[in-house]
């Protein structure tokens, strides 16, 4: 009852016992305590509450809090939190899926499932818990950051709406991830349930693409090719 779980990419999973006014950085001090290529941006903590312990969903930033020990990103944790490290550049869908079948499980028509996605040019896109007060760039924290060919200029955020019919409808909205980013209220978007960001990538974007020629030419090898270019050339 007194415990809390931490799990993930962390070098001494397992529970710990839970003392007044215990932190994130009391578990997770420094990167000794963390395997390499752990992500420090987001920390998922799952929490009940409640005589029915319901599930809620917060995050942390795990880096800004080693930094700062105590601090507001410091977060307070409670009896039976369930702490989770996920690592750099992996799907994390997974882990995820046994919060998300909780939260599903505890939806009805009167409380929506919460529940928001992000894809596109993000490092590791797929669906994420709601958080109360969660915003695009708390969204794109949780998906990993923007992907190498992400134009950070132009995203679409798609939302269901209830018409004055009582149909539903989605809505599209233009959003500017640098903005959000930088801290301007107006683009950094309150989400809501079943909300769907996309991050665009930048026109024509594509890693180096290669080839390999072999056989009875004077330069075999491998060649970086560039679009249009054709097997003449």
């Excluded at 390499?36 to 941006?41: I, S, V």
């Excluded at 507001?72 to 690592?87: W, Y």
């Excluded at 794109?140 to 200029?153: D, F, K, T």
Aim: negative net charge; proline residues 6%.
């Amino acid at each position: 009852e007194g415990a809390v779980l931490v799990q993930g990419h962390v070098t001494r999973p397992g529970a710990y016992e839970w003392t007044a006014g215990m932190t994130l950085t009391d578990l997770l001090p420094s990167q000794q305590s963390l395997k390499p290529r752990a992500d420090l941006a987001y920390v998922l903590i799952r929490r009940e509450a409640g005589p029915g312990r319901r599930t809620s969903v917060l995050s942390a930033d795990l880096g800004g809090a080693q930094v700062t020990p105590k601090s507001v990103l410091d977060l307070q944790l409670r009896p039976r939190d369930m702490i989770t490290v996920f690592e750099l550049g992996i799907a994390r869908s997974a882990a995820l899926q046994e919060v998300l079948r909780e939260l599903d499980a505890q939806s009805s028509s009167a409380e929506p499932l919460q529940r928001v996605s992000i894809a596109g040019s993000v490092r590791a896109p797929g669906l994420y818990p709601l958080e109360v007060g969660m915003r695009v760039a708390d969204l794109l924290r949780a998906g990993g950051g923007l992907a190498a060919s992400a134009y950070p200029e132009q995203a679409e955020l798609s939302r269901f709406v209830i018409d004055a019919n009582g149909e539903r409808t989605t809505e599209l909205l233009t959003v500017s991830i640098a903005a959000a980013l930088a801290g301007d209220a107006s683009a950094n978007i309150a989400l809501s349930p079943y909300d769907a960001l996309t991050i665009k990538a930048v026109p024509a974007w594509q890693e180096h693409v290669t080839v390999e020629i072999l056989g009875e030419v004077r330069f075999p090898g491998t060649y970086t090719v560039r679009r249009g270019e054709s097997l003449s050339s």
